[in-house]
């Protein structure tokens, strides 16, 4: 199968492709596809991540855990919904605490294409999701798949900042060389958790300050 992945990506993640775990996902979301299940985000956006932040360019890497699963909202980036999408409650909690830590206005749209545009990986480690039904593709392998682009990145880069949010990204920490790479944790956006240690968290600042550190360009979050 020929994965239409950006170029650089495909280079670096090119042994993954032919492994059995792999193909187990290809064969997965063909049976899925062919039984008439929807499938979200369409074929084409399921490795937009990738597509918008080439892997020379990564410099922050954002984890979530799952593409949105109702209609029109997941497009291949963690967090981000498509123009004229609603912004769904954690990305808004997202720009609260942008506001609050930058001063940044929340912004009519959720599409956080541009944040991916200048370096900033937005990786779910799961890249497609049933619809109306959240984790059901958790177990089919794309778990593996992502674990191994965080290995990829940690490995082959340096100075890259991590921003884990809640418990499910923070146990991709063991994946991390900490020894050349910046993490920074914090609660879950959700309503349910942002209140206790999210709101307040300022890693907008906080990355921009790692990169300037590193004499990288800071990334403009402003939307």
């Known amino acids: 199968m020929d994965i239409q992945i950006e170029e650089s990506w495909k280079e670096i993640l090119k042994d993954e492709f032919d492994k059995t ?74 720009f609260k605490e942008l506001k609050n830590d930058l001063g940044i206005p929340i912004p009519e749209n959720g599409n956080l294409t541009k944040w991916a545009s200048q370096g900033v990986l937005l990786l779910n480690a799961s890249l497609t999701v049933r619809q109306n039904e959240p984790g059901s593709h958790a177990q089919i392998g794309w778990l593996q798949f ?41 609660a879950h956006p959700s309503p349910l958790s942002a209140n206790n240690g999210f709101f307040g968290c300022q890693h907008f600042s906080k990355a921009n300050e790692l990169l300037i550190k590193q004499h990288k360009i800071p990334v403009d979050w402003k939307i």
């Open 21 to 94: 775990y792999f193909q187990h996902v290809v064969a997965f979301l063909k049976a899925e596809k062919a039984s008439g299940k929807i499938i979200y985000p369409p074929g084409s956006l399921i490795f937009n991540s990738f597509k918008q932040t080439p892997f020379s360019d990564v410099k922050v890497v954002i984890i979530g855990q799952d593409p949105y699963h109702n209609p029109g909202q997941a497009h291949g980036l963690s967090f981000s919904v498509p123009d004229g999408i609603a912004k769904p409650p954690s990305l808004l909690n997202i």
């Open 146 to 186: 992502t674990d191994q682009v965080i290995k990829k990145i940690s490995d082959k880069k340096e100075g890259i900042v991590f921003l884990l949010w809640g418990k499910f990204a923070q146990e991709k920490q063991a994946l991390i060389d900490e020894t050349k790479h910046f993490v920074l944790k914090a």
